[in-house]
C-alpha cells in the first residue's frame, strides 16, 4: 500500500471527535497533558504546584488568618509586610516548579500543539485568546507565567523596603496576581478540579483492596472521597515539613498551614455527612460504628488543639523564630498523628487485621506513644511528689524546667480533653509567679496528673 504523506494534522482525528462541545474538546486537550504529566512521572510535582496556587487563595482570603496577624492592630495601623513576604517566598517555590514542569517536547507533539491551538481553540471556544497564536500548549503557559513570577517578585521585593505596606497596596498586588492567573486556562482548570485521578490515586494496597471490596457503589464512592481526602492531608503535612527543614524563612510554610486547615474542615464536613451517612444506612456495619463515631469526635478536638491551641501563639508578640519553628512542627505532629489514627481506624472497619503499621512507614500508634507518654508523666507526677516531701531539695523552678520540657517533646500526643487541661494549669501556676498561690495549684496540678495516669492505664486494659 502506498504510503500517504499526512499533509493536514486534523486527519488524525475522527468525525466523531468534531462534533464535540468546545468545552469536551478542551477536557480531552487538559486530559492529554495530564497524560503526557504522568508519563513524565512528575504527577507528584503537579499535586505540589497545584497545593501552592491553591494556598495562596487561603493565605489571601483566610479571616482566620487575617484575625490571628492583626488581633492587637486598629485596621489603621496594619502592616501587610507578612502577607507580602508570604506571596514572595511562595512565588519562588511556584516559579521553579513551572520550570520543573515546562518538560522538552519533541516536534511531533508540537505540531499537535498547534493543531490544537489554530484549529481546535480558535474556531470552537467560546471565548477568544489574543494571544494565543504565540502560545502553542500548556507547557508555553507555564513559561508565560513564569516570566510573569520573576517580574511580580522583583516588585514584591522592592514593595517590602518600605517602612509600612498598607491595606491598599497589598489589594493592588493581589488583584494584579490574580489578573494573570485568571489569563491562564491551564491553571485555572486545574484549580477548577477538586479531584484529579492520577494526582489522587491511591496505591497503598490494604487501602485499595478494601475500597474494591465494597459491594455497595455509594459506601464504595465515599470511602475513596475519604482516603483521598485523609492522603491528601498526609501529604500537606510533607510538605510543610519539607519547606520548614530547607528553607531559614518560616513565612513560607505559613500559605500551606492554612490550606491544610482548610482541607481539614473539608475532612470534617465531608465525615459528618456523607461518609458518615453512608455507613449508617448499612445494618451490619450500623453495629461496629463507635469507635469510628469517638474517633470523628476527637479529630475535631485535634482540629481545635491546631487552631486554636498552636497557631495563634506563632503571632503572639513574645514568640521568637525557635518557637514559632516549634508551633509548626507541633501542628505537623499533631496532624499526622490524628488524621493517621483515623484512616487506620476506618480501614480495621472493613478489614479487621489491618493495623497502621502496614499502611504506613515508622508509623508509631498514639496507644505505643502513650506508653512513653506515660513514663514522662510519672516522672513528673514523681518529682512534684518529691517537691511536696522534700521542699528544700527542689527548687519550683525546677518543677516549670519539667513541665516545659513534657510541652515540648510530648503534649501533643495527649488527647485534646487533657491536653487543653495541661495547658490551663500550666497558665495558672506561670501566673501565680512563686507566691503563696503556687503550692495550691501546684497541688490540683499533681491531682490532674493522677487522673490522667489512671486514665492511659484503663485504656490500655
Same mark, same amino acid.
Given at each position: 500500500?502506498?504510503?500517504?504523506?499526512?499533509?493536514?494534522?486534523?486527519?488524525?482525528?475522527?468525525?466523531?471527535?468534531?462534533?464535540?462541545?468546545?468545552?469536551?474538546?478542551?477536557?480531552?486537550?487538559?486530559?492529554?497533558?495530564?497524560?503526557?504529566?504522568?508519563?513524565?512521572?512528575?504527577?507528584?510535582?503537579?499535586?505540589?504546584?497545584?497545593?501552592?496556587?491553591?494556598?495562596?487563595?487561603?493565605?489571601?482570603?483566610?479571616?482566620?488568618?487575617?484575625?490571628?496577624?492583626?488581633?492587637?492592630?486598629?485596621?489603621?495601623?496594619?502592616?501587610?509586610?507578612?502577607?507580602?513576604?508570604?506571596?514572595?517566598?511562595?512565588?519562588?517555590?511556584?516559579?521553579?516548579?513551572?520550570?520543573?514542569?515546562?518538560?522538552?517536547?519533541?516536534?511531533?507533539?508540537?505540531?499537535?500543539?498547534?493543531?490544537?491551538?489554530?484549529?481546535?481553540?480558535?474556531?470552537?471556544?467560546?471565548?477568544?485568546?489574543?494571544?494565543?497564536?504565540?502560545?502553542?500548549?500548556?507547557?508555553?503557559?507555564?513559561?508565560?507565567?513564569?516570566?510573569?513570577?520573576?517580574?511580580?517578585?522583583?516588585?514584591?521585593?522592592?514593595?517590602?523596603?518600605?517602612?509600612?505596606?498598607?491595606?491598599?497596596?497589598?489589594?493592588?498586588?493581589?488583584?494584579?496576581?490574580?489578573?494573570?492567573?485568571?489569563?491562564?486556562?491551564?491553571?485555572?482548570?486545574?484549580?477548577?478540579?477538586?479531584?484529579?485521578?492520577?494526582?489522587?490515586?491511591?496505591?497503598?494496597?490494604?487501602?485499595?483492596?478494601?475500597?474494591?471490596?465494597?459491594?455497595?457503589?455509594?459506601?464504595?464512592?465515599?470511602?475513596?472521597?475519604?482516603?483521598?481526602?485523609?492522603?491528601?492531608?498526609?501529604?500537606?503535612?510533607?510538605?510543610?515539613?519539607?519547606?520548614?527543614?530547607?528553607?531559614?524563612?518560616?513565612?513560607?510554610?505559613?500559605?500551606?498551614?492554612?490550606?491544610?486547615?482548610?482541607?481539614?474542615?473539608?475532612?470534617?464536613?465531608?465525615?459528618?455527612?456523607?461518609?458518615?451517612?453512608?455507613?449508617?444506612?448499612?445494618?451490619?456495619?450500623?453495629?461496629?460504628?463507635?469507635?469510628?463515631?469517638?474517633?470523628?469526635?476527637?479529630?475535631?478536638?485535634?482540629?481545635?488543639?491546631?487552631?486554636?491551641?498552636?497557631?495563634?501563639?506563632?503571632?503572639?508578640?513574645?514568640?521568637?523564630?525557635?518557637?514559632?519553628?516549634?508551633?509548626?512542627?507541633?501542628?505537623?505532629?499533631?496532624?499526622?498523628?490524628?488524621?493517621?489514627?483515623?484512616?487506620?481506624?476506618?480501614?480495621?472497619?472493613?478489614?479487621?487485621?489491618?493495623?497502621?503499621?502496614?499502611? !504506613?512507614?515508622? +508509623?508509631?500508634? =498514639?496507644?505505643? &506513644?502513650? %506508653?512513653?507518654?506515660? #513514663? @514522662?508523666?510519672?516522672?513528673?507526677?514523681?518529682?512534684?511528689?518529691?517537691?511536696?516531701?522534700?521542699?528544700?531539695?527542689?527548687?519550683?523552678?525546677?518543677?516549670?524546667?519539667?513541665?516545659?520540657?513534657?510541652?515540648?517533646?510530648?503534649?501533643?500526643?495527649?488527647?485534646?480533653?487533657?491536653?487543653?487541661?495541661?495547658?490551663?494549669?500550666?497558665?495558672?501556676?506561670?501566673?501565680?509567679?512563686?507566691?503563696?498561690?503556687?503550692?495550691?495549684?501546684?497541688?490540683? !496540678?499533681?491531682? +490532674?496528673?493522677? =487522673?490522667?495516669? &489512671?486514665? %492511659?492505664?484503663?485504656? #490500655? @486494659?
Amino acid at each position: 500500500m502506498e504510503k500517504k504523506e499526512v499533509e493536514n494534522i486534523g486527519e488524525f482525528f475522527s468525525q466523531e471527535s468534531r462534533a464535540l462541545t468546545p468545552e469536551k474538546k478542551w477536557e480531552d486537550i487538559f486530559s492529554g497533558w495530564l497524560d503526557k504529566i504522568d508519563q513524565e512521572k512528575m504527577m507528584l510535582n503537579l499535586f505540589e504546584l497545584k497545593l501552592w496556587f491553591e494556598s495562596i487563595e487561603e493565605f489571601n482570603s483566610s479571616t482566620y488568618l487575617e484575625n490571628l496577624a492583626f488581633k492587637r492592630h486598629a485596621p489603621g495601623e496594619r502592616n501587610y509586610e507578612f502577607y507580602v513576604f508570604g506571596l514572595q517566598q511562595a512565588a519562588a517555590r511556584i516559579t521553579a516548579l513551572l520550570k520543573e514542569l515546562d518538560f522538552k517536547k519533541d516536534t511531533y507533539f508540537l505540531n499537535f500543539e498547534e493543531y490544537v491551538v489554530e484549529k481546535m481553540l480558535e474556531q470552537n471556544m467560546e471565548k477568544s485568546f489574543p494571544s494565543i497564536k504565540e502560545l502553542y500548549s500548556p507547557e508555553s503557559w507555564f513559561y508565560s507565567f513564569r516570566i510573569f513570577l520573576q517580574n511580580f517578585r522583583n516588585l514584591l521585593s522592592e514593595i517590602l523596603r518600605l517602612d509600612q505596606i498598607s491595606q491598599r497596596a497589598y489589594l493592588s498586588i493581589k488583584k494584579l496576581y490574580h489578573r494573570e492567573l485568571l489569563g491562564n486556562p491551564v491553571l485555572v482548570s486545574l484549580l477548577k478540579k477538586q479531584f484529579i485521578s492520577k494526582m489522587d490515586k491511591i496505591y497503598q494496597p490494604d487501602i485499595s483492596s478494601v475500597i474494591a471490596a465494597c459491594k455497595d457503589k455509594n459506601i464504595r464512592k465515599n470511602l475513596g472521597i475519604f482516603f483521598i481526602l485523609s492522603f491528601r492531608l498526609l501529604k500537606i503535612n510533607n510538605f510543610i515539613e519539607l519547606n520548614l527543614d530547607k528553607s531559614k524563612y518560616l513565612e513560607i510554610t505559613i500559605p500551606l498551614v492554612v490550606s491544610l486547615k482548610k482541607n481539614m474542615e473539608d475532612l470534617i464536613a465531608f465525615n459528618d455527612s456523607a461518609l458518615w451517612q453512608s455507613l449508617q444506612a448499612d445494618p451490619e456495619l450500623k453495629k461496629k460504628l463507635a469507635p469510628i463515631g469517638d474517633l470523628f469526635k476527637c479529630f475535631k478536638m485535634e482540629y481545635k488543639k491546631i487552631w486554636e491551641g498552636e497557631l495563634p501563639f506563632y503571632f503572639d508578640s513574645e514568640s521568637n523564630k525557635l518557637k514559632k519553628r516549634q508551633m509548626i512542627q507541633n501542628i505537623v505532629v499533631t496532624a499526622e498523628v490524628a488524621v493517621q489514627e483515623l484512616i487506620e481506624t476506618v480501614t480495621r472497619l472493613f478489614k479487621p487485621g489491618v493495623s497502621g503499621n502496614s499502611i !504506613f512507614e515508622n +508509623y508509631i500508634s =498514639r496507644r505505643q &506513644k502513650s %506508653i512513653e507518654v506515660k #513514663k @514522662k508523666l510519672i516522672r513528673l507526677h514523681t518529682k512534684i511528689n518529691d517537691y511536696f516531701t522534700h521542699k528544700d531539695d527542689i527548687a519550683p523552678s525546677e518543677i516549670f524546667f519539667d513541665i516545659n520540657q513534657f510541652m515540648e517533646s510530648d503534649l501533643n500526643y495527649l488527647l485534646y480533653k487533657d491536653w487543653n487541661e495541661f495547658l490551663s494549669f500550666y497558665d495558672n501556676l506561670n501566673r501565680t509567679n512563686f507566691s503563696a498561690e503556687f503550692e495550691p495549684t501546684l497541688r490540683a !496540678f499533681h491531682s +490532674y496528673l493522677t =487522673r490522667v495516669l &489512671k486514665e %492511659i492505664v484503663s485504656e #490500655k @486494659k
